[in-house]
Nanobody, 123 residues
Framework: QVQLVESGGGLVHAGASLRLLCTIS????????MAWFRQAPGKEREFVAS????????FYADSVKRRFTISKDNAKNMMYLQMNSLKPEDTAAYFC????????????????WGQGTQVTVSS
C-alpha cells in the first residue's frame, strides 16, 4: 500500500501562484509514476502532470504546460506541483496519485490516490 496526502491548496486571485505538496508513505514506490490529477465540479477527473520516481521524466497536460512544474524530493518522499499564472479555469480539487502506470495520463493507471486539496482561483 502507498499512502498519499495532499496539502497546499487555497483561494487565490488570477495570476497568482500556489505550490501543492504530496506526502508519500508506505511500500517502496521507486518504480512508480507519481501524478497530479484535478477534478472541477461536474467534470471528469483529468490528468495534469506526472513524474517517474526513478528517472524524473515528466509529462504535462497541454493546458498547464509552461505554467505548472511537477517535481519530487526523493529524500523527503515528497512530490510538488508549482502552479504559476493561475487562471479561474484551474479551479478544481487536485489529487496526487501513484502507480506503475502503463499510460501515465490515464486515471485507471493509478491504484493509489490521496483525498485531494481544493484550489480556487478567482477572476
Amino acid at each position: 500500500q502507498v499512502q498519499l496526502v495532499e496539502s497546499g491548496g487555497g483561494l487565490v486571485h488570477a495570476g497568482a501562484s500556489l505550490r501543492l505538496l504530496c506526502t508519500i508513505s508506505g511500500r517502496t514506490f521507486s518504480s512508480y509514476s507519481m501524478a497530479w490529477f484535478r477534478q472541477a465540479p461536474g467534470k471528469e477527473r483529468e490528468f495534469v502532470a506526472s513524474i517517474w520516481w526513478s528517472s524524473g521524466i515528466t509529462f504535462y497536460a497541454d493546458s498547464v504546460k509552461r505554467r505548472f512544474t511537477i517535481s519530487k524530493d526523493n529524500a523527503k518522499n515528497m512530490m510538488y506541483l508549482q502552479m504559476n499564472s493561475l487562471k479561474p479555469e484551474d479551479t478544481a480539487a487536485y489529487f496526487c496519485a501513484a502507480g506503475l502506470a502503463t499510460d501515465v495520463r490515464r486515471r485507471d493507471s493509478y491504484p493509489y490516490w490521496g483525498q485531494g486539496t481544493q484550489v480556487t482561483v478567482s477572476s
